[in-house]
């Protein structure tokens, strides 16, 4: 059902240093996933944003995102290979990750799990800053962040401290179902795991490399499962804040609904 992978460096990386390629064959070649492969990837000199490009195909037989990971070089990444549910809708506007602008940047979405109930609870938001353009309960429930960001952009102070808000968000949104996440606002990467996450923290010669997956694509030792409910917040590669929250255990019909 559905892999993220997220990347956060202090100096860009190209596709090749990363474990890109090994995720890419995640998509339908070494794991279920074969319903549509996205990439959103912030380039060095860019004043800000994101490039992204993504297609409902699979991504293990995709010459363009074995391409994009040939040629690319950054120092930030959000990714994503998507196992559709039923009803099977692997369509373009359904493939992750999402792009939206927001408080003034540009923000990248992607997830993992089923939030089927996030669909009415945002169709019903009366501080609704967006609209999905997809089917996705993913997409609805990027929007339903994006509404509590706006609500308390003004209000929070320092940038980590915006984004440390999510927690209680996330945990709200994970209560009614399965709810893992990569976002980001084109400088920091947040990352949720509800139930299925790893992070691997390093340090190459001098670079400091956050890699968020939900499965370790490599033998490396220091692949470590967040902890249920942990959301961790990064910044060029460093860790600049972690929070606890405590969201029951997933118990969903995986059948039930479209990631």
């Known amino acids: 059902m559905c892999e993220l992978f997220g990347l956060s460096t202090s100096r860009p990386l190209a596709g090749h240093e990363t474990p890109l390629d090994e995720f890419r064959r995640h998509g339908g070649a070494t794991a279920d996933n074969p319903d549509g492969w996205g990439i959103a990837w912030r380039e060095p000199g860019r004043s800000a944003g994101f490039l992204i490009e993504k297609a409902p195909l699979p991504g293990c037989e995709s010459e363009r995102f074995a391409s994009l990971i040939g040629n690319l070089c950054s120092d930030l990444v959000i990714a994503h290979v998507r196992k559709a549910r039923h009803p099977p809708v692997n369509t373009l506007d359904n493939t992750h990750p999402f792009l939206r602008e927001c408080c003034g940047r540009g923000w990248a979405f992607a997830h993992n799990g089923l939030v089927p109930e996030i669909v009415a609870l945002e169709t019903a938001n009366r501080e609704r800053v967006c609209r999905p353009e997809g089917e996705t309960d993913s997409e609805f429930a990027f929007c339903h962040l994006l509404s509590h960001i706006t609500r308390h952009f003004a209000e929070a102070g320092a940038d980590v401290d915006r984004l440390a808000m999510l927690g209680a968000v996330?945990?709200?949104?994970?209560?009614?179902?399965?709810?893992?996440?990569?976002?980001?606002?084109?400088?920091?990467?947040?990352?949720?795991?509800?139930?299925?996450?790893?992070?691997?923290?390093?340090?190459?010669?001098?670079?400091?490399?956050?890699?968020?997956?939900?499965?370790?694509?490599?033998?490396?030792?220091?692949?470590?499962?967040?902890?249920?409910?942990?959301?961790?917040?990064?910044?060029?590669?460093?860790?600049?804040?972690?929070?606890?929250?405590?969201?029951?255990?997933?118990?969903?019909?995986?059948?039930?609904?479209?990631?």
Request: aromatic residues 8%; charged residues 20%.
């Open 170 to 259: 996330a945990e709200q949104i994970a209560r009614h179902g399965m709810f893992n996440f990569l976002l980001s606002d084109g400088d920091y990467l947040a990352a949720y795991g509800h139930d299925r996450l790893h992070h691997l923290e390093s340090a190459r010669d001098g670079n400091a490399v956050v890699l968020v997956a939900t499965e370790p694509l490599s033998q490396h030792a220091a692949w470590t499962p967040f902890a249920p409910g942990e959301l961790r917040i990064y910044r060029a590669g460093e860790r600049v804040g972690r929070i606890g929250t405590h969201p029951p255990p997933p118990n969903i019909d995986l059948e039930a609904s479209p990631t």
